[in-house]
Structure formats: structure tokens, C-alpha cells
DNA sequence: CAAGAACGATACTGACCGGTAACACCCGTG
DNA sequence: CACGGGTGTTACCGGTCAGTATCGTTCTTG
């Protein structure tokens, strides 16, 4: 079913610019919305900007072309995910191992969200296989932040081995999103939580 | 990249259709080729049938719509997926747990390989978001089919909690080769047999 | 040999795509 | 008031897409 640009109801786009919002941020919300829900391929340009209140060429004024675009809306999600991190550092603080369950809970609100489309970022990993993609960047940049962000976590908690839950956990997150993809929240990615606490457990002595 | 219906060698054509292999055939093998390679939603119909050594006309005499002919490819994918289990069993008779290694094993090889581009149907399924989409179907069909022979293969091994044993090799995989596709099989997929190991040897008493 | 089905080649349709040109407009600043 | 940058509008370009029509060929089968 492609996106056509018409879909955009006139209440959608009000709710993007009601105040003086500018039109680059208005662009890049309605993008990241479509992009998610519809996939990067679907979607074209004029449906953005149609969503956004906007046109094509006010789009094309402040991105170079569509693959820039991804790129800054992948730049956007990744932003948006790394904020978790200091969130949950102000809701245990000090304590690391909260933190973790605070992560994996996080994590499994997500997953269990029948709205819920999987990694924005891992998509976009499969969905442009061109390693020369501007967006590519930004994935591997994300993912391997992602990766340092837990590892130090696991290592400030104390884990026995932290590189291995690091590992271990960002696998299981990613499996089980997947999973909840192809079989839903209830196939195996329901067992997400328990599977995430025990390999906390086991590396907390 | 776009995928040019010219980019198709005669070579490679050649390959398809050396002996007189029906030309059904051939578009299902180039389709399944190219589709997975390059993404679903990349190529099409044309770069297909050129790839196939035949033209568009054949290939909508075979397939009423690419819809179809991406729900048969699919279903080819799961075929051949499915074969493994017989192999497993016919290398390893009566070595059920054998044969969940042996399950890791291939599995890992897989992800290793840089050619890999992940499990076909699980990226199918982010790149169809469309819950009626033909292929829909399909990858369900698979992927509970993949639960239910890991299950039972992890009941027969003696596995203190098969249901959990099989929820979590399945997430492990699924993880691991989404892992492979964002930051290669350096990253955190490349703890992927080791942790698959430890979750059947924890299980196998 | 005749008939018919399958296949190949080419051209076409209508729609959509990413991206651009040209021009009118609004609004704040001087 | 004049001006100039940011914006909206429309039309357009070349290209690609899925899908179809037409016709000639080839190959099988009776």
C-alpha cells in the first residue's frame, strides 16, 4: 500500500505546526513518523511534506536530498534514544544495577506496544543494504554507542563479566523486538524480561 | 542503488537457465536472489525477469502480481530453512542435544559469512508492514514452524524448561543476525555461539 | 503435418518517484 | 516605505515502476 500524499489529514498536519514551529522541524517529525510506521521506502518526499504542512520545496531548501533526510531522522531517533540513559540515571542514581532493570523494563514497554515497529535504526540497517548510504553512519554510530553505554553500565554494576552481559543483553533486545515483529509480543519475545533479568541475576553474583 | 533491469550479466543469466530448467523456476531462484540481496522493495519486475534469462510477460504468466511472486519466494526460503532439521537428525540420530548444537552451529556459520544480509523472512517482515500483504502468511507460518521444531527438539534433548530453552534460542538468533546486519559479526553477534552453548548447557543439567 | 500451448520481444499505459524552475507572497528589519 | 530572506504554490522534468496488449516464434503433442 504506498503512502499516498493525500493521506495526510488536515488535523495530522495542524498538529505538527499549531505555534510557530519551524518548517524544518515540522519536515523532520512528520519524516520520522512516516518513515517508522510505513517504512523509509514507502514513503515519498511529497507525503512528508504534505504531512508536515508543508511542500517539496521548502523540504528540498533545508535537506539536500531524501537520503539526507533519513540520515538526520535516524540522527533524531538516536538522539532520542540515547536520552534514556540519563533519565534512568536520575531515577536510581547511583544505583547501576536499577539502572539495568530500569533499561530492560523500558525496553519491554516498547516491545509489548502492538504500535511498536521494531529499532528504527535496525530497520533502516535492513531496509538500505547500500554500505555507502549516508544513514549507515549514523546506524553503526548509534549501535555502537548503544553497546558502550550498556557495557559501562554492566561494569559500574558490578557484573562478573560486563563485555559478556553487554553483549548478551543487546542481543536479546534486538532478537526479541524482531521476534515481536514476525510472531507478535507473545511468540518469543514474551519472554524477553524474564530471560533479560536472569542474565543480570546470574552476572550480580 | 537502484537495481538496473541492465545490471543482469548474460553469465549470470546463463546460470539460471543452462540446462532447460522451466523459466517459473529460474524467476523464483533470480527473484529470491535479487530480493534478498538487495531488498524486496529494490528491485523490480524487470531486473527479474532479465535476471531470469525471460522477460516481464513470462513472469506475470507465472505470478499474478509481484505481491505473489514475493509470498513464493518467501515460502521457498522457509522450504529450504525447514531442510535443516532433516539434516540435523540425519547427522546426529538420536543426539537430540547434538543436534541443538549442531542447530548453533549452522546457525553461526550464517552470521559469520559477510555476504549474510540476515534471516530473509524476518526482514521481509520490516519491510512489509502491511499486515495483509500475501507474504504475511507465510512468515508467520514459518517462524512458529521454526518454534515448534526447536521445542521440540529441546523437549527430546532432556531440557529442564524447553519452552524456555526455545523462546531464547530464538530471540539469540533472531538478535544475533540483526546485530550482524548494524555492526557486523565483530559486535556483539560475535558472542553468539557461546552464549547459545551456555543456554543449552544450563538447561541439559 | 497440423494445432495449440508456452514462450520471447517490443511497445505501451498510467501512475508515481526524486528533484528543479519560476513566481507570488508574507513579514520582519532597516 | 523599501527591501530581502524565508516560505507557499504550481508546473514541470526525466526516469522508473507494476502491469498489459500484441504479435511472432518455438516446441510439443496428437
Redesign the interface.
Known amino acids: ?1 504506498p503512502v499516498t500524499a493525500t493521506t495526510a489529514s488536515p488535523a495530522e498536519a495542524a498538529f505538527n505546526h499549531s505555534d510557530k514551529v519551524p518548517p524544518r522541524t515540522r519536515i523532520l517529525c512528520s519524516a520520522r513518523e512516516l518513515f517508522y ?3 523509509i ?2 514513503v515519498g518526499v511529497e507525503a512528508i511534506a504534505e504531512a508536515a504542512g508543508t511542500n517539496k520545496m521548502t523540504l528540498y531548501r533545508h535537506f539536500a536530498s531524501k537520503d539526507e533526510l533519513i540520515a538526520e531522522c535516524l540522527r533524531l531517533f538516536a538522539e532520542e534514544a540515547n536520552g534514556v540513559w540519563v533519565t534512568l540515571a536520575a531515577k536510581h542514581p547511583g544505583d547501576e544495577a536499577a539502572q539495568l532493570r530500569g533499561w530492560l523494563a523500558a525496553a519491554a514497554v516498547r516491545i509489548t506496544d502492538p504500535e511498536d ?2 529499532c528504527a ?3 533502516a ?6 554500505r555507502n548510504h549516508p544513514a549507515r553512519r549514523v ?2 554510530t548509534f ?2 554507542a548503544q ?1 558502550d553505554r550498556l557495557l559501562a553500565l554492566a561494569r559500574a554494576a558490578g557484573a562478573n563479566e560486563p563485555q ?1 552481559l ?3 543483553l ?7 523486538r ?2 515481536a ?3 507478535g509480543p507473545d ?6 524480561v524474564r ?1 533479560g533479568e536472569a542474565l543480570i541475576a546470574a552476572q550480580l553474583c
Not at 187 to 192: D, E, L, S, V
Open positions: 500500500m510506521r510505513h517504512g521506502r514507502s515497529r521494531g535504526l535496525a530497520n540497517a535492513i531496509e538500505i543494504p547500500d546506524i553503526e549501535k555502537s553497546h559478556v553487554a553483549d548478551n543487546i542481543m536479546l533486545l534486538e532478537g526479541a524482531v521476534c515483529q514476525s510472531t511468540g518469543p519475545a514474551g519472554r524477553f530471560t
